[in-house]
């Protein structure tokens, strides 16, 4: 079985920060890519950032140059650092790994629960 368990989210003003935090947990033999969705209240879930296993990142027009998104693979983890944030960027905030479990053919999408984030204007 494979967790992943995002932190991090909470309310702040617009204007100001988050760290996101998703560390991955449980029978693991690799991971490849690895990102964050988000839901906000009646819309569909988007991206909003993805890291490869070889630190290749990719963001959403929305949010570039906002955010930045990292990863340690040590710690089988992902960090999203959210700037200069907007009321618009309030959602649920969905981590996903793309991760071969161990004794698996192959890899596949496993996600978070989610972590609420509120931007007050």
């Known amino acids: 079985q494979v967790q992943l368990v995002e932190s991090g989210g909470g309310l702040v003003q617009a204007g100001g920060s988050l760290r996101l935090s998703c560390a991955a947990s449980g029978s693991i033999f690799s991971i490849n890519a690895m990102g964050w969705y988000r839901q906000a209240p009646g819309k569909q879930r988007e991206l909003v950032a993805t890291?490869?296993?070889?630190?290749?990142?990719n963001s959403a027009d929305s949010v570039k140059g906002r955010v930045t998104i990292s990863r340690d693979n040590a710690k089988n983890s992902v960090h999203l650092q959210m700037n200069s944030l907007k009321p618009e960027d309030t959602a649920v905030y969905y981590c996903?790994?793309?991760?071969?479990?161990?004794?698996?053919?192959?890899?596949?999408?496993?996600w978070g629960q989610g972590t609420q984030v509120t931007v007050s204007s």
């Open positions: 890291i490869s296993s070889g630190n290749t990142t």
């Open positions: 996903y790994a793309i991760l071969t479990t161990t004794g698996g053919l192959w890899p596949y999408a496993h």
